[in-house]
C-alpha cells in the first residue's frame, strides 16, 4: 500500500516544478494534485497535461494507491452525458456509479479522458451523428457515414497516468474490451474486469444494442430486454 500523500508529493511537486513522464516534449506531465470535495467522497485530483495532444488530463484518486488490484475506471469524456444528463447513452449513470463504486471500495482511482468525446470524433462531429441516429442509423452507421471512424480513442494518456502514479495492475472497471486491450499494450497488468451495468431506458436501448452487438461490449442485462421487446 502507498500513501496518497507519497506518490503526489516529493520534492518536485513541493517545489512547484511539474513531474514529467517519458521526456519533456512527449507523455504527459503531472502538473498538480488539489483535494476534490465530492457528493461521493473526498478525491484527490490530479492534473496532468498530454505533450502529444495538449489535453488537459485529470485523475481522482480515493484512497490510498495500491501497486497492485487497484479499481480502476477509464472514463471518456461526454459533455452531453456526464453534464447535461442526456438518456441517449450510459455515460451520465457510469460515471457516477463509478464513483460510488471506488469509495464503496475504499481506493481507487477514476481517470477522466478529455479529447474521447463521442469516442474520440470531437463534440461537433457526435451531435451530427446523434442526429443521424434520430433519423434511423445506429451509432456505427452514423459514424461511417459521415467519414469519421467508428472509435478514434487512444488510451495511451490513461496507461501513462496509472504508471505515473504507481499502479502496475488494475480491476478495470468496463465493459469495453478495447480498454483491457489497451492498457494491456501500455504495460499496466489486468487483474480483472468489472462489469459496470447500467439500466437501459427507452431513449438508449438501440445506442446500447449496437455497442454490445457490434464494438463487443459485454452488456449481458440487455438479454432480457431484448427477450421482452
Do not use: W
Not at 49 to 58: F, K
Not at 126 to 147: I, S
Not at 201 to 223: A, G, M, Q, S, V
Amino acid at each position: 500500500m502507498t500513501d496518497i500523500d507519497g506518490v503526489l508529493g516529493g520534492n518536485a511537486h513541493l517545489s512547484g516544478v511539474p513531474r514529467v513522464v517519458d521526456g519533456p516534449s512527449s507523455g504527459v506531465t503531472r502538473v498538480v494534485n488539489a483535494p476534490l470535495p465530492t457528493k461521493y467522497g473526498d478525491f484527490q485530483a490530479v492534473g496532468y497535461l498530454d505533450h502529444d495532444r495538449g489535453d488537459e488530463q485529470v485523475a481522482l484518486v480515493y484512497g490510498d494507491i495500491e501497486e497492485e488490484g487497484m479499481l480502476v475506471r477509464l472514463h471518456s469524456e461526454c459533455l452531453t452525458g456526464d453534464a447535461f444528463g442526456s438518456t441517449h447513452c450510459e455515460c451520465g449513470p457510469q460515471l457516477s456509479t463509478a464513483l460510488r463504486e471506488i469509495v464503496a471500495e475504499g481506493r481507487g482511482i477514476l481517470v477522466y479522458l478529455r479529447g474521447h468525446e463521442g469516442r474520440g470524433i470531437g463534440l461537433l462531429g457526435k451531435l451530427r451523428a446523434m442526429k443521424l441516429q434520430a433519423e434511423g442509423l445506429d451509432t456505427v452507421e452514423a459514424n461511417l457515414a459521415l467519414g469519421l471512424p467508428v472509435d478514434a480513442r487512444d488510451y495511451r494518456v490513461a496507461a501513462e497516468i496509472l504508471h505515473d502514479l504507481g499502479v502496475r495492475s488494475v480491476r478495470l472497471l468496463s465493459n469495453n474490451p478495447r480498454k483491457r486491450e489497451a492498457l494491456l499494450r501500455h504495460g499496466i497488468k489486468i487483474d480483472e474486469q468489472v462489469s459496470l451495468l447500467i439500466p437501459p431506458c427507452e431513449n438508449n436501448i438501440t445506442y446500447l444494442r449496437t455497442k454490445r452487438e457490434r464494438l463487443d461490449h459485454y452488456l449481458p442485462h440487455l438479454d432480457a430486454v431484448v427477450q421482452s421487446s
